[in-house]
């Protein structure tokens, strides 16, 4: 266990602890005190004992844990709706991502995770307060290195002048993917379009089926299609082996997802048909038959 | 656009073909042929036309187009449920994750996509068509060095002749995280807690109400605890903002997820109680306080 | 088994034959003639063959499969809100309820059957061919007897010249609820409210959000009070006892329920208190205590 | 308004007061006292003050009202499956209907609103504190004289001492429907299928998937068929026109249905061929075709 490195802690109660390590520290839980010397003993995966003799398990937070461990104080994005946005824009090691409003976080903890150090988060935020919650998050979970972070109104674009332009590490210019978690999304269309590369993944939450009408109509006179709406349900069960049933209640709506396309760029000419030789198709170079592609199948899609 | 780059070409119809770019590539498709060289020319997000003149959109695909792109010859999972596990296990760059079985290699696709080129999934498959499947599935989205695969019967460990010991690109030892996707996943208990490191969280698919409550009975007498049951479900929306509504028919169920966490190694001795200094809390030193952590809160769990 | 007894005919493919009983009828089938004066032999509950061998059961309809064997040109409501909609209504024997359009008549004959020969169904529908069906439906299934039916558009009130002032089994004036399945309810609540007694439950059945937004602006100016909002989804299992699960695909969507009650009367004015006596409430004379009537309970709501 | 009508008085707050009219009553609130008289003047749709001056309203109560009025020690069913029960079962004016466990009273309440006058409900129940708590239930809304209660295991069958062999009114001979909501209805396969008539409905309520699976395995041993499982949904949202969204939490579980036909008597023998004569067809005289059913359609059928 090497300094920084993020570790939870879990109380026999279960209460969670989420605290990057520092060998000096001593943590102060309400059952007794915790050495990080210790816990470096044991290990992740191992046990500690509080000094009033109660044990805490070491663990090694996963993604979902880091959402949850999120200070947040507005409504923050569900894992379920994280897990989803994270294929549908295909983050992952080397994506760059441009995310609006920064919220307290949770989303760009997610992003900022799965980009690596190769990618690359680009979030707005307004509200100096969230501007500044959404930092402390990212801090505390040791991922602020990977994000670009503005104090910004997207309404005047995705360029303000903390943007050094040219740089990578600051200007979002084409980037791979847009997630808009705003109350008017529909105002920031065009800003949307100029700051993502042509073809790009885009998606939005929103709470109200009002304003999925009004972004569905924004929608259709800009240059995003291929439009998705759907909402993603869990549903939990009781754990008991003899008795297995369903919850009894549940999370019944986080919200609407709105995913679409940026159209791309305009044709271009088709070339002088006479030209084409009779060569071979990329499949059977390797590629796997179209047929089995499910495209056709609409069970494939979600 | 550079030799092996996954493009996804996209007819006016909606016919999608999934392929690695090649500079001397013609592409056959029902609306005529398109010559890679010209779609390297347009490049992603521009578009193509075939020597009859039909436009095709050239994108970069997401993960969820790689997923919906697996050539199957079985059920493979879906997006919905591989978004939630990704999170839940924790996958992201650099991930160790021991897989079985391999099916078609959907999840193969979208692990491997995750955990970069400084990650690692092992896989393990038993019957030999789907061992060779999920190989060439891997291949055509050039994700298979970061692959180790073996066709292998989990019955008898995660230790098959084909794993190298101490070879970190062929060892699963220690693995960060385990997903089973099998028939009969209670049996393979034992072997699952010897290949993950303590702490390691662990994941089912399972399409039976029967199969769940075996699983969760043979959990009892494992080493895995902070057992959870869930299943997730898409309702998809008609996207027309002026009558909008939930599409007629959805996916009801494609299976239910189990998820534990390795219960860890044995607990350290307390340190005696009188050697505590009076120091301070992690906490203070930049992580937010537990208080907004959510752990109180049901709603903050999926 | 007498004259007009509606019988339900399942073949050995589990096709169904809903008709009325008469003697001397011979029922024409794809597997074969069946006399129905065999089939009164047998019974309900019994079995006939047809003349080329194949066995037929023979059962009493229930609701459930008289709305089923409503012959439709429209899409017609489904037993889960029908069955909601009876109890949400109070309808039931004795009770008079109106209803437009009459569409298919399929939730007419539903009404026209909890009612009883005591209560009276009162439907208006303004399409000539759908007057036409739904007549023919409740016909076929022997309801007509308890129908007021009228060709006739809401807008205009639901006092066409069809109705006969006074006539309780024609004027529909003060009926115990009312049903609306309609596309534009908000445009007849001023109708509705003249035609309910006060404080009478009344329903809308509605396919899109934004006809629910139009009816809840229009129901704030209405006086209709208690507005409800939901939806009724049905998820089935395939029963197979040693590997239950649900089904792979349901139906995901038939539209919205919008409840509402008459708000009735003015208020008349509070007594002097001084004329109050100190006397028993009538609770203990024989009703259960407030307390346990779940009102409190959200979770008793549905 | 005469007396033993049902009212429902609900406060300014909401809170709701279910009661059978009496004139020399005085109802005690919390907001006050109402005189009963005072109901009277104002009538079902009027509003009434108390001798502070709160303003009730006074209502005719709904089915849906009288099952959350129930007094309940036991989980009660709700109206969502309430309602589908009536349709898969027929329950309507003249039906006559077995149940057991009577718990609450609950279902009895409904039941024996629906089967009128000319219907009869025959309920068994065990314990004694629920058979007392469902007659309490029932007395308090008027709907004993429609119901045949006995204190009784139906594991010895439906004909305690208690009932009287042939009297209609006690006797539930060949019964048009059934229902068990017990813990193991399993056990009383053969005592159902002796109660009802061939061909009869029945239903079952249960929580959880293992007795769901338990209940299959005893029907592929009993003589019922058409076996169906499923559960319903209720989810409800904000009525709020300008942001139209589902409520955040809602009831996920309250139990499976599963529901079934007793298989009827067996077969009368085919008539002989030659002696069927060409004529017509009952469809034609008035029953609507075949062919719009719906029995092909999967739609139509909840």
């Not at 992740?44 to 070491?58: D, L, M, P, Y």
């Not at 259709?220 to 439009?227: K, R």
Request: proline share 9%; glycine share 10%; aromatic share 8%.
């Amino acid at each position: 266990m090497k300094q920084g490195d993020l570790i939870l802690l879990v109380s026999p109660k279960g209460k969670r602890y989420l605290r990057r390590f520092d060998q000096d520290t001593v943590l102060h839980t309400q059952e007794g005190m915790i050495r990080f010397s210790e816990v470096a003993r044991a290990g992740s995966g191992g046990a500690v004992a509080t000094h009033i003799g109660h044990v805490f398990r070491i663990l090694r937070p996963t993604t979902h844990d880091l959402i949850k461990g999120v200070k947040r104080s507005t409504q923050i994005m569900y894992p379920k709706e994280i897990g989803y946005v994270i294929l549908k824009l295909g983050i992952g090691p080397g994506i760059r991502v441009v995310e609006s409003g920064s919220g307290s976080g949770g989303l760009t903890t997610a992003l900022a995770w799965h980009v690596g150090d190769t990618g690359r988060v680009y979030t707005f935020e307004k509200r100096p307060e969230f501007y500044a919650l959404s930092g402390e998050n990212l801090d505390a979970v040791g991922l602020s290195h990977r994000v670009s972070r503005h104090n910004h109104d997207i309404a005047e674009g995705f360029y303000p002048d903390s943007v050094v332009k040219g740089d990578p590490a600051s200007d979002p210019t084409d980037a791979d993917a847009l997630f808009l978690d705003v109350r008017t999304p529909w105002d920031y269309l065009p800003q949307a379009a100029a700051v993502v590369r042509p073809g790009a993944p885009v998606g939005f939450l929103l709470p109200t089926t009002n304003q999925i009408s009004e972004l569905l109509w924004a929608l259709e006179d800009s240059p995003f299609e291929d439009v998705e709406v759907l909402e993603i349900l869990v549903r939990r069960y009781k754990p008991v082996p003899e008795r297995l049933r369903p919850e009894d209640r549940m999370v019944a709506h986080t919200g609407f997802l709105v995913f679409a396309r940026h159209g791309g760029r305009d044709v271009c000419p088709p070339p002088p048909p006479a030209d084409f030789p009779e060569s071979m198709d990329a499949g059977p170079s390797g590629f796997p038959d179209e047929s089995g592609q499910g495209d056709d199948n609409p069970d494939a899609a979600d």
